[in-house]
């Protein structure tokens, strides 16, 4: 199997992961992933643009034996992560004259990650061009995407960017040519919510590198390619800019119910009120739809029970998974019951100190709430969307 041909010269060499669903033992992969490396062919240097997990190493040389390559030139690595070089030290035993290009901070890494020796790189610039002979690939420093030394490679005459994991998705298909973008889109706001949403502001900085090209193909280094590339641009925009959307996320865990009354209370008051809710409760949640939702929320609810004076440790969990996504809500509230007493409150806004939120007036009730509580829940509601209004 020759791979996934792009255009003549261009090739689809990497492998797909069917089966995967956990990332890094922490991100959800319901629909398993791909990981994405690029054969590119000039007139007079052949390029390898990034390689594949090492279990897969077997998987990419099949395709390079297929298409005939006994030489490759040059090895990008746009990024040090191992799914992404892996391999690199079996193909550069098996490529001898192959050279690695990568950011000067990318050769460190890459040499503490896999020992691999100075001779072996040549350090690219920011802006730096390499000519193929017909072809030149740019080389575009792009730091914090999600990696200290990232950067993505330009292929100026085709107009192709290979974008690493920038516009990635954990979207196992066959067809990485003819899906189009809208049926993965879902999956490459999760892998935006889980992977690039911490370094949000930082990404945002260095977008207009990449928004400013030419471009007819993004092909990144997970999921399928992106043939509307002005559909991708235009919802990281969105994603990656200050402004969150009239947006509650409610996540919570009820031991006896008396929380969930509440949850449930307090997310029909808000839709009543025209501020859109989302709700998860965590003792099932699937946590890269929480992270999807928080990436446009303006407030995040967390609902808990008091567990030996403290919060539930999956809303803790919770919480600290928020404190490290960063997203760009703007207000907090906590809601929840207690038995015997506790302070779930201080506790959990202790735990977000990343978020720069306004924490609104917590609402808890003493075993099972009352009306008073849900006159409580109402005003929490009426605050909610009254701060809604002045987003701007």
């Known amino acids: 199997m020759k791979g996934q041909v792009i255009k003549d010269g261009v090739t689809w060499v990497g492998a797909i992961d069917w089966e995967r669903r956990l990332f890094d033992e922490l991100i959800p992969l319901p629909d398993g992933t791909t990981y994405n490396a690029y054969l590119v062919r000039g007139s007079d240097k052949t390029v390898l643009i990034d390689t594949v997990d090492p279990l897969f190493t077997e998987a990419l040389t099949s395709h390079l034996e297929a298409n005939g390559v006994t030489r490759v030139d040059y090895i990008v690595s ?47 610039a920011d802006g730096a061009r390499v000519e193929l002979g017909g072809r030149t690939l740019r080389f575009i420093h792009f730091p914090f995407v999600h990696w200290p030394e990232t950067m993505v ?32 889109e879902p999956e490459t706001k999760r892998y935006y919510a889980e992977i690039m949403m911490p370094f949000r502001t930082l990404i945002a900085k260095s977008m207009p590198k990449v928004a400013a090209l ?51 209370y307090l997310a029909e008051a808000l839709v009543d009120r025209g501020v859109d809710v989302e709700v998860f409760g965590l003792a099932s949640a699937d946590l890269g739809k929480l992270a999807m939702a928080m990436v446009d929320a303006a407030t995040i609810v967390l609902g808990t029970p008091v567990v030996a004076a403290g919060a539930h440790p999956l809303v803790a969990y919770a919480a600290s998974i928020a ?41 808890l009730a003493r075993g099972l709430p009352r009306a008073g509580d849900f006159a409580a829940l109402d005003q929490l509601a009426d605050t909610i969307a009254a701060k809604h209004a002045t987003l701007n």
Request: some cysteine; hydrophobic content about 45%.
């Open 78 to 124: 746009n990024h040090a992560e191992q799914d992404h070089s892996g391999s690199l030290p079996m193909l550069l035993a098996r490529f001898p004259e192959a050279k690695i290009l990568t950011t000067p901070k990318g050769k460190g890494m890459l040499q503490d990650l896999l020992e691999i020796a100075d001779e072996r790189f040549q350090p690219v």
């Open 153 to 184: 490679t330009y292929l100026e005459e085709d107009r192709i960017l290979f974008s690493c994991d920038l516009f990635g998705s954990h979207y196992a298909v066959g067809n990485l040519m003819g899906t189009s973008f809208q049926a993965f």
């Open 214 to 264: 030419p471009l007819e193909l993004i092909a990144p280094s997970h999921g399928p390619l992106i043939t509307d590339p002005a559909a991708v641009l235009r919802v990281h925009a969105d994603w990656l800019s200050d402004l969150p959307h009239n947006k509650a996320v409610l996540a919570f865990v009820s031991m006896h119910d008396s929380t969930r009354h509440m949850a449930r």
């Open 323 to 363: 404190n490290m996504l960063k997203p760009k809500a703007r207000f907090a509230a906590i809601i929840g019951s207690q038995g015997w007493g506790g302070k779930p409150v201080e506790q959990l806004l202790g735990l977000i100190p990343n978020l720069k939120v306004e924490a609104l007036p917590p609402v």
